[in-house]
C-alpha cells in the first residue's frame, strides 16, 4: 500500500462500536477491583479486621491475614475468569511492570488445583537486574523485592489478578516510583498533622489529593506504522507543518468526532470497571489531541489508576484502529500534551485543606497552608522544575505553548489581594469570607463566589485555582509520582519548619491564631516577592525578572537533574525520610543514562530515515527532473524553458547536502559521546545532540515542500493530524 492508500483507508474507516456497558455505570463500577464491598462479602472476620486495620492504621500484615486475604481474593478472582496472578509494580521505566504466574500447581493427584496464598501475595522477587537502579544493585545481586501496597487495591486485566506492589533492592533501596511517594504522603501527613490540630485537636490523618488531566494524540494506525520516528520514538521527528492546523481555534471543546468518541466510551467502561472514576473527556487545542480526567483521588490511588488508564488507552486505542501517542511533543508546530496535576490537602474529618473555611478559623487554616505551599515551592522550585523534566518534556517545556521552564505561582486576583492585606493589618483581625458576616472594619475578607471566580492563566505552571494547586508542567508520559513525590516532601518539609516557628511565637506568650499569623508574615512577605506572578510567563521580561527574583531559569536538561543532588534538597528529602542520599545520587544516573538513551535513539532513527528515505526520495525527483531537463535541451536545443526545473534541482541540491553533512556531523558527535565515561558529562554531550535535532529536521522539511508530493514516502502532518 502507498501513501495514499492509507491516507484514504484511514479516512474512509468506520466507528467501531464501544463495548456494550452492562447497565447504569453503577452497577458495573468497580466490579474488577477487591475493594470494600468486595473484602466484605470474601474475607472472612478475622481477616477483614486485621486487612482494615492495616489500610488505615498502617499496621504490618503478618503471614496468617494475608494467607486469609489470599483464600477471599482467589475465590472472587476464580469467579470472574482469572487464571493468572501478577505483581504490578512501577519501575523507573515508563510504564508498569509484571510477570504473570498462572494460579496451577500439582494437585498431588496427577492434576493441577488452583492456589493462591498469603506469600505470592504479600511478597515476592523479581530478577530486578533488567530494571534502572543506577547502580544500587549491581548485576550480581539481582534480587529485588516486590512488597503489597494494601492502600492500592488489587484489580483484574483480562484474565490476571494484579497486585500493586512497591519494589525494592536487597538492602531496602526503593526501585520504583511508587515507594518514595508512599513516604512522601506520610511525611506530608505527619507534618501537616499537628499545624490541623491547632485547628481541631481531632484530626489525626492529612491526605495528599491528585486529579490528573491526562492529554494525548490519537493517530490512524496505519499511517502510524508508516512512519519509523512515530513508532521508535512516539514523535515525529520531521513533517512539514500542515497549511492548517490549531490556529482557527476551533478545536478546543468541538464536536468529538464518532470514531473518537466510540473509543472514549470504550475507555471509560473499562475504566470505570476497574474503579477508577473517569469524568470528563475534551478535545484539546491541537488537532488530533484530547484530554481525560477523573474525579480526584488519594495520590497514591489517584497515581495507580493514572498508571492504568495510560495502559488501558494503549490497548483500547488499537480495537479502534488508532494509536495513541502519550509523548509530550509529538508534532512540531502544534500544541504538546501534559499533565496537569491538580493537587490538594485534606483532613481525616472531611476539611480541604486549601479551600477557603466557613469562618474565621478556617480561613486562617486555609491561609496557613496555602501561604506555606507557596513557601516549599519558593524554596525548592529549581528542584520541582527538576522533578518534572526529562528529554520528552524538554521539547514542550520554555515553548510558548506550554508552561514556562521557570517555577512560579499563579494566585489570581482575590488571593493576592488577600495576602497584601494580611500584611497591612494586625495579627489578630478575623479572615472571614464576604457574605457570610455583615461587613464590619478590619476584616480581611476572600468573596463568597471565589472558587468560580479565580483567573484562568494558562501561562502558569503552578495555578491556584479556588481550592487545590495545579502542578500543569508534569509531562503527559510521565509518571506523575516524580512530581508529587517532590512536592508533596516539600511540602512537608515546610511545615516542619512552620510548627517550629508558630511554637516560638507562642512562647513568647501570643495567642495560637496570632502566633500563626505572626509567623505567617514574612512569609507571605518573602513569597509575594518571589514566587507568586500572575503576569505572563511566556514574555522575555519574565525571565529576566525571574531571574532578578532568584528563581531558577536552567533550561539544560540533564543540568536541571543536579537539583536533586544539592545540599538543600538532600537535607529536605532525608529530613522527610522520602530518599536517602544513595537513593538521590543513584536515580540521577538513571535520569541521565535515560535521557542519553532517548536522544541517541531519536538521533539514530533520525540518521537512518534521513539517509534511507528522505534522500533517496529527493534524488529520485531530482532524477526525473533531470531528464526533463535533457529533454528539453534535446528538443528546444536550449534550457530557456526550463528555469523552474533548475531552480527547483538547485533547492534540491542545496538542501540534500545539507542532510548529508548535518547527519554525517551528528553521527560523529554521537560517537564522540559515546566514549564519555561518566554518565553526567555523556548526558551533557547529548543534550548538544538533542539541540541539533532541530538543525538536521530544517533541511529535510524543506525538502517536503520541494519534493513531488507523490514521491514523499512519509504519511505528511496534514494527513495524520485530521481525523473524520
Ligand atoms: P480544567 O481543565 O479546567 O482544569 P478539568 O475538569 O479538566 O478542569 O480537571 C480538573 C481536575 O481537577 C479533575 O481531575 C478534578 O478531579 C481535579 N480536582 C478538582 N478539585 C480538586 C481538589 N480539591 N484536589 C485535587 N484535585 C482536584
Ligand atoms: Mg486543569
Known amino acids: 500500500m502507498d501513501r495514499f492508500d492509507l491516507v484514504k483507508e484511514s479516512f474512509m474507516k468506520k466507528e467501531v462500536p464501544a463495548c456494550a456497558p452492562a447497565g447504569k455505570t453503577s452497577d458495573y463500577y468497580g466490579e474488577l477491583v477487591f475493594d470494600r464491598k468486595k473484602m466484605c462479602k470474601y474475607l472472612d472476620a478475622d481477616s477483614l479486621q486485621a486487612l482494615l486495620a492495616c489500610i488505615e492504621g498502617g499496621k504490618p500484615l503478618d503471614r496468617k491475614t494475608a494467607d486469609g486475604v489470599a483464600r477471599g481474593m482467589k475465590e472472587w478472582a476464580i469467579e470472574h475468569g482469572v487464571t493468572h496472578v501478577t505483581h504490578w509494580f512501577q519501575p523507573l521505566t515508563e510504564g508498569t511492570a509484571e510477570k504473570h504466574d498462572s494460579l496451577i500447581d500439582y494437585d498431588g493427584k496427577g492434576g493441577v488445583i488452583e492456589t493462591f496464598d498469603g506469600k505470592m501475595l504479600a511478597q515476592q522477587e523479581p530478577d530486578a537486574s533488567s530494571f534502572p537502579s543506577g547502580g544500587i544493585r549491581a548485576t550480581f545481586e539481582a534480587r529485588g523485592y516486590t512488597a503489597w501496597d494494601p492502600t492500592s487495591p488489587v484489580f483484574i486485566l483480562d484474565d490476571t489478578l494484579c497486585i500493586p506492589t512497591v519494589f525494592i533492592s536487597y538492602t531496602g533501596e526503593a526501585l520504583d516510583y511508587k515507594t518514595p511517594l508512599k513516604k512522601a504522603l506520610k511525611a506530608v501527613s505527619d507534618a501537616a498533622v499537628p499545624i490541623c490540630k491547632y485547628f481541631d485537636p481531632g484530626v489525626t490523618k492529612v491526605y495528599s489529593y491528585l486529579g490528573w488531566e491526562q492529554e494525548y494524540f490519537l493517530v490512524d494506525e496505519g499511517l502510524y506504522a508508516a512512519r519509523t520516528d512515530l513508532m521508535i520514538t512516539g514523535r515525529t521527528l520531521f513533517g512539514h507543518s500542515s497549511s492548517k492546523n490549531q490556529q482557527l481555534d476551533d478545536h478546543y471543546f468541538a464536536a468529538i468526532p464518532p470514531r473518537v468518541a466510540a473509543f472514549m466510551r470504550d475507555l471509560e467502561i473499562a475504566g470505570h470497571r476497574l474503579g477508577i472514576p473517569l469524568k470528563t473527556r475534551h478535545n484539546e487545542v491541537a488537532p488530533n489531541q484530547f484530554e481525560l480526567a477523573p474525579i480526584y483521588g488519594e495520590t497514591n490511588l489517584a497515581n495507580d489508576q493514572n498508571q492504568i488508564v495510560m495502559n488501558l488507552m494503549n490497548r483500547i486505542a488499537r480495537k479502534h484502529g488508532f494509536v495513541v501517542l502519550l509523548h509530550e ?140 494547586f495545579e502542578f500543569r508542567a508534569v509531562g503527559s508520559c510521565a509518571n506523575c509520582a516524580g512530581a508529587m513525590t517532590t512536592l508533596n516532601a516539600a511540602v512537608a518539609e515546610q511545615l516542619i519548619a512552620f510548627k517550629e516557628d508558630v511554637e516560638k511565637e507562642i512562647a513568647k506568650g501570643k495567642k495560637v491564631p496570632v502566633a500563626i499569623m505572626d509567623a505567617l508574615k514574612p512569609i507571605i512577605k518573602s513569597v509575594i516577592d518571589t514566587v507568586c506572578f500572575d503576569g505572563n510567563g511566556y514574555t522575555e521580561e519574565w525571565k529576566k525578572e525571574a531571574e532578578r527574583r532568584g528563581l531558577d531559569i536552567e533550561t539544560n536538561v540533564p543540568k536541571m537533574f543536579c537539583q536533586f543532588t544539592k545540599p538543600a534538597s538532600v537535607e529536605m528529602f532525608t529530613k522527610t525520610g522520602v530518599y536517602s542520599e544513595k537513593e538521590l545520587a543513584a536515580r540521577n544516573d538513571v535520569k541521565w543514562e535515560t535521557y542519553v538513551k532517548k536522544v541517541q535513539i531519536e538521533s539514530r532513527v533520525m540518521v537512518r530515515m534521513a539517509l534511507n528515505h528522505i534522500v533517496p526520495a529527493a534524488l529520485e525527483y531530482k532524477g526525473k527532473l533531470l531528464k526533463e531537463v535533457i529533454m528539453a535541451k534535446e528538443i528546444y536545443g536550449n534550457l530557456d524553458n526550463c528555469t523552474t526545473e533548475l531552480r527547483i534541482l538547485d533547492d534540491i541540491n542545496k538542501y540534500v547536502e545539507a542532510v548529508r553533512v548535518k547527519a554525517t556531523a551528528m553521527k560523529e558527535a554521537r560517537k564522540k559521546a559515546n566514549v564519555i565515561e561518566d554518565t553526567y558529562e555523556r548526558a551533557l554531550a547529548y543534550h548538544e545532540i538533542a539541540e541539533s535535532l532541530y538543525d538536521l529536521r530544517k533541511p529535510i522539511d524543506k525538502l517536503e515542500e520541494v519534493v513531488d508530493n507523490k514521491m514523499w514516502p512519509l504519511p505528511k502532518y496534514r494527513e495524520l493530524l485530521f481525523i473524520s
Open 329 to 468: 511533543k509529538p508534532f512540531d508546530g502544534v500544541n504538546g500534551s501534559g499533565k496537569h496535576n491538580n493537587w490538594s490537602l485534606g483532613t481525616d474529618k472531611g476539611t480541604q485543606l486549601l479551600a477557603p473555611g466557613k469562618d474565621a478559623k478556617g480561613n486562617l487554616q486555609f491561609i496557613t497552608f496555602f501561604v506555606n505551599v507557596l513557601a516549599a515551592v519558593q524554596k525548592h522550585n529549581a528542584l520541582l522544575k527538576a522533578s518534572i523534566a526529562s528529554a520528552t518534556n524538554a521539547h514542550r517545556l520554555g515553548a510558548n505553548e506550554a508552561p514556562p521552564a521557570i517555577v512560579s505561582a499563579f494566585l489570581g486576583r482575590t488571593m493576592t489581594d488577600v495576602l497584601h492585606k494580611l500584611l497591612e493589618v494586625p495579627s489578630d483581625t478575623p479572615i472571614e469570607i464576604a457574605g457570610k458576616k455583615s461587613k464590619s472594619v478590619g476584616l480581611v475578607e476572600i468573596p463568597e463566589v471565589f472558587v468560580d471566580n479565580t483567573d484562568r492563566n494558562r501561562t502558569s505552571p503552578f495555578a491556584f485555582t479556588g481550592n487545590r
